[in-house]
């Protein structure tokens, strides 16, 4: 959005200036224009002024719609000790763009002004220090690149061993990245990078490259054995998971209860089904959601198998030792404490539950008694319905809490459309009320992708009957919830045809809402 966009033009000022000349830009910015209506130019004329540094080539970016790619190649002479660092940046024209361009106006096409920040990381997981060529002394671990034309390369010196190279620190610049790394480079980032960013970036990149192996494994798997299949993570072997993945995990854990708990956490997090989807499709493959959902469990438990013992020690370390405060840090070892938790509950749902239970029970904080209740929904063990009940008894008078109620059920991998028609019928539920629609209907067709797919048509079935309810009380929540099927042509035949014809039938219904056919219209015409 613009908004967005400007935050992130202004943090990269903020980048280039370095946090005093940002600060005397400020000063000078109000000095200036205080009580006035002002422009997007005198905010950067302030900053260039105030800073001596040249915006003028900045300012395109105030100019140019969408995201530009930043292509990146490095290579280490081991005889000169140098890493060479070549950039390239490329934008390519909007419609719009192309629109105006076609009817003779003028547009400002030059490259943009990229902050790129840059370190290198040594084969010891060190920062090395960074010396440009031309310059006679290192200056700090972490580098701000000006990229200001097309390609330019960068010559650091007095390198002592092959570095792998980490981009973009702190998110330097809002680009596309294309930068081939291996994954033991991935590997090694992931492990020791000193910026939180990039480590975590590091992380997802090589899992989605993890689980796209296991995707297509589960997507041509030998013949099993009998009474095993592939919908609940069984893959058909696991040796398209990396021991340098595992590793970098356990270092990652390590690090957090050593650290930055909150980080660790996070780097923890696979991809989403979502995200592995959106990967599938801009490869030019069709989105297969069980195989996807079955590779993505198959790596949760092996990395719970795998990790077991540390994980363990992890949860218990991070128990609450005081009071509850609702502060950084404290909240960053209840995230990390929670995690470990859901990937012991994929290592031993039956040993894990009752302890689920009872953190759901006595926890001192509704963020870990959600936490707790979001990873027993997910299970198949005697505990979880009782549990779920008592919940909801206990909490049935806070709106809110039943909101996040129905949402845990409606995103849980047990969860299919025809326990989504039950939780219809349950009293907690009303289709007047847009929150609940959003937490139970809009939760399974947005996060519950294997069963909002399902083979069979279920969830498209369900999607249907609700939004043809729906739309002639609130047409406004009836066509977010029709956009579930904006993807619907990025599936198989099978799929395809039972979205169609789910499509077809809201489209069918009786003064069907304006906004709801526009959605639906829109879809099916692809």
Same mark, same amino acid.
């Given at each position: ?26 000063? !000078? ?40 790619? !930043? ?7 081991? =005889? ?5 660092l070549t950039l390239t940046q490329s934008l390519a024209p909007t419609a719009y763009e192309k629109r105006l361009a076609e009817n003779g106006q003028a547009i400002d096409d030059g490259p943009l002004h990229l902050p790129v920040a840059v370190g290198l990381v040594l084969p010891d997981g060190r920062d090395a220090a960074l010396r440009l060529a031309g310059e006679t002394a290192a200056a700090g671990t972490t580098r701000v690149l000006s990229l200001k034309t097309a390609e330019q390369r960068f010559v650091f ?57 296991? #995707? ?18 069984? /893959? ?24 930055? @708990?909150?980080?660790?956490?996070? /780097? ?23 195989? #996807?959902? =079955?590779?993505?469990?198959? !790596? ?20 609450? @030792? ?30 894990? @539950?009752?302890?689920?239970? /009872?953190? #759901? ?26 549990? !779920? ?48 629609v959003y937490a139970l209907i809009r939760g399974f067709c947005g996060a519950n992708p294997r069963h909002f797919h399902a083979a069979d048509g279920a969830g498209y079935a369900l999607a249907a009957d609700v939004i043809s309810e729906l739309q002639a009380m609130n047409p406004q929540v009836a066509s977010r919830i029709a956009r579930s099927f904006d993807r619907w042509r990025q599936f198989d035949a099978g799929r395809q045809a039972h979205a169609r014809a789910a499509l077809e039938r809201i489209l069918a ?18």
């Amino acid at each position: 959005t613009v908004y967005n966009k400007g935050a992130e033009v202004i943090r990269m000022i903020h980048t280039l200036l370095g946090e005093d000349g940002f600060q005397r830009g400020m000063r !000078l910015y109000f000095q200036r224009h205080d009580g006035q209506a002002v422009t997007c130019e005198d905010f950067v004329a302030a900053m260039q002024d105030a800073s001596g540094v040249d915006l003028a080539q900045f300012r395109r970016w105030y100019a140019r719609a969408g995201t530009p790619v !930043l292509k990146a190649e490095s290579v280490y002479d081991a =005889a000169a000790r140098t890493c060479t660092l070549t950039l390239t940046q490329s934008l390519a024209p909007t419609a719009y763009e192309k629109r105006l361009a076609e009817n003779g106006q003028a547009i400002d096409d030059g490259p943009l002004h990229l902050p790129v920040a840059v370190g290198l990381v040594l084969p010891d997981g060190r920062d090395a220090a960074l010396r440009l060529a031309g310059e006679t002394a290192a200056a700090g671990t972490t580098r701000v690149l000006s990229l200001k034309t097309a390609e330019q390369r960068f010559v650091f010196e007095d390198v002592p061993a092959a570095p792998v190279v980490s981009l973009l620190r702190n998110f330097s610049a809002p680009v596309r990245l294309e930068f081939e790394q291996t994954d033991a480079e991935l590997a090694h980032l992931m492990a020791t990078d000193s910026d939180a960013f990039n480590r975590w970036e590091a992380g997802q990149r090589l899992a989605t490259r993890v689980l796209l192996a296991g #995707i297509a494994a589960q997507q041509s798997p030998p013949i099993p054995h009998a009474g095993e299949g592939r919908g609940e993570g069984n /893959a058909p072997s696991e040796n398209w998971i990396p021991q340098t993945f595992v590793d970098a995990c356990a270092r990652v854990l390590a690090d957090g209860l050593e650290d930055d @708990a909150a980080l660790a956490a996070e /780097a923890l997090m696979l991809p989403s089904e979502t995200v592995l989807a959106d990967t599938v499709a801009a490869r030019g493959g069709v989105i297969d959601p069980d195989a #996807i959902f =079955a590779a993505r469990l198959a !790596l949760r438990r092996a990395l719970a198998v795998a990790l077991r013992d540390p994980l363990e020690a992890a949860w218990q370390a991070l128990a609450p @030792a005081g009071d509850y405060a609702p502060d950084g840090a404290q909240a960053g070892r209840r995230s990390l404490r929670n995690t470990c938790l859901a990937y012991l509950a994929d290592a031993a749902p039956v040993d894990i @539950a009752p302890r689920l239970v /009872a953190q #759901i029970e006595t926890g001192g904080n509704m963020t870990d008694v959600a936490a707790a209740l979001a990873t027993l929904a997910q299970l198949d063990v005697p505990e979880r319905i009782p549990t !779920l009940t008592a919940f909801h008894d206990a909490w049935h008078a806070e709106a809110l809490v039943v909101d996040k109620w129905l949402a845990i059920q409606a995103t849980a991998r047990v969860t299919t459309a025809a326990t989504v028609r039950e939780l219809m019928r349950h009293p907690a539920f009303d289709l007047k009320n847009p929150n609940r629609v959003y937490a139970l209907i809009r939760g399974f067709c947005g996060a519950n992708p294997r069963h909002f797919h399902a083979a069979d048509g279920a969830g498209y079935a369900l999607a249907a009957d609700v939004i043809s309810e729906l739309q002639a009380m609130n047409p406004q929540v009836a066509s977010r919830i029709a956009r579930s099927f904006d993807r619907w042509r990025q599936f198989d035949a099978g799929r395809q045809a039972h979205a169609r014809a789910a499509l077809e039938r809201i489209l069918a219904t009786d003064n069907l809402a304006k906004d709801v056919a526009e959605v639906v219209g829109n879809a099916l015409r692809g």
